[in-house]
């Protein structure tokens, strides 16, 4: 199983990869961009195979395999890093005037020429997933590592900095959300290239180093890449947790004001909308908002019934109330209105004449939305349910009878 694990980083390359080819096919705004996003995926996809631990053990099936696994792998991956700063010249994104595609393009030549150049002459050699340099190749293969990581180094640099800047100056929406992801990728990626100074320090101290990515540089490099996937693919994934996160607030809000409905209900039952569903508590998640909409306007409908039963002294109980259960100034409104329902049920209870005292309390709010008007009656449900307000009201209510 771990040596499955090892592969995860690949996976997660390959995944971005065909994500983006699967764009490219259907069609892109910046086809270019999309296609250099696309092999950055299947490179760092083909590295991180080459990379994985399990892969530079095979050295029973060719003693040369570990050293041409670790050196096609970093090579794949200096070619999956060049596409990034190409990605953000196609796109036109405000970058230094430095990092030209005609400039990128060279340092990218001279870097992998040069790498190819520094592994071949240091005379390594294999043993047990390690690479081995003795004299001149210890200083060669030293000088390999500085340069593959100044060179991964630049690449991530001359991504992160413009994309980031760029999403700063975006609305809320899937695409921020992406970009701001992708920026956390590339902040993962570049820890995870300075991670590449200690194989470095092994090399110049023990003559030695990994020939595949290290347990950290595992870890790193899973996060980098999962980042960039769930930035890369957001605009399907942010609208369907945004909906998501919808329907749970609107299912909270929703059970929230089931104490206020259930006393409302039994003032007036024939408000209730009966839309042939099993319960009023079972229903698909998605249909929460409608559900909500559904029992705001109950909570609508009983407030008018009940208006009629607002006793004379309604003022008078608020004060009552807010005096016996004192609250931050915050709640005081919607403590004051629900002492008065509290009132008026135990009027209708009691069959006590109408007075409809309606300039002093039930004084539903006008000229909201469905959000505003649910998050008011939250708060008047919330202050409902406070021990000992219903009963209180009720004697209030039978002493005044």
Do not use: K, N
Not at 64 to 70: A, E, G, N, Y
Not at 169 to 192: K, M
Not at 325 to 348: D, H, K, N, T, Y
Request: net charge positive.
């Amino acid at each position: 199983m771990s040596d499955l694990l090892a592969y995860l980083p690949a996976v997660a390359a390959l995944w971005l990869g065909c994500y983006e080819l699967r764009l490219l096919r259907t069609g892109s705004d910046s086809p270019f961009a999309v296609r250099c996003l696309c092999r950055f995926g299947f490179c760092m996809a083909a590295a991180m195979a080459l990379l994985a631990a399990p892969t530079t053990y095979l050295e029973g099936l060719w003693p040369w395999f570990p050293r041409v696994t670790h050196f096609l792998g970093r090579e794949m991956e200096m070619a999956a890093l060049a596409f990034l700063p190409l990605t953000v010249i196609e796109i036109g994104l405000p970058r230094p005037r430095l990092l030209t595609g005609r400039l990128h393009i060279g340092v990218t030549l001279a870097a992998t020429a040069l790498c190819a150049v520094l592994f071949l002459s240091s005379g390594v050699r294999t043993r047990h997933g390690s690479l081995l340099a003795e004299g001149d190749g210890v200083v060669l293969l030293a000088s390999f590592d500085t340069v593959f990581t100044g060179y991964s180094l630049w690449c991530l640099a001359g991504f992160l900095f413009p994309v980031h800047r760029f999403a700063r100056g975006l609305g809320p929406g899937a695409l921020r959300t992406g970009l701001r992801l992708i920026t956390a990728s590339a902040a993962v990626g570049l820890v995870w290239a300075l991670w590449g100074v200690s194989s470095i320090v092994t090399m110049v101290v023990d003559h030695r180093q990994s020939a595949g990515l290290d347990p950290v540089g595992r870890v790193l490099g899973l996060c980098c890449l999962v980042l960039g996937v769930l930035g890369g693919t957001a605009a399907r994934w942010v609208p369907v947790t945004t909906a998501v996160g919808r329907w749970l607030r609107a299912y909270r809000t929703y059970r929230a004001l089931e104490p206020l409905w259930s006393a409302l209900r039994a003032v007036s039952p024939g408000a209730t909308l009966d839309l042939g569903w099993p319960s009023v508590r079972l229903f698909s998640l998605h249909r929460s908002e409608f559900a909500l909409y559904r029992r705001v306007i109950e909570i609508r409908d009983g407030y008018l019934v009940l208006r009629s039963f607002v006793p004379p002294d309604a003022r008078a109980l608020s004060d009552a109330a807010l005096a016996r259960f004192p609250v931050p100034p915050a709640g005081r409104a919607a403590m004051a209105e629900a002492a008065v329902i509290a009132a008026a049920l135990e009027s209708a209870r009691i069959g006590a004449g109408a007075s409809g005292d309606q300039d002093v309390a039930l004084a539903y709010p006008v000229d909201c939305s469905v959000e505003e008007e649910a998050a008011w009656l939250v708060q008047v449900a919330e202050a409902f349910t406070v021990a000992g307000l219903v009963e209180h009201m009720r004697h209030r209510v039978e002493r005044a009878r």
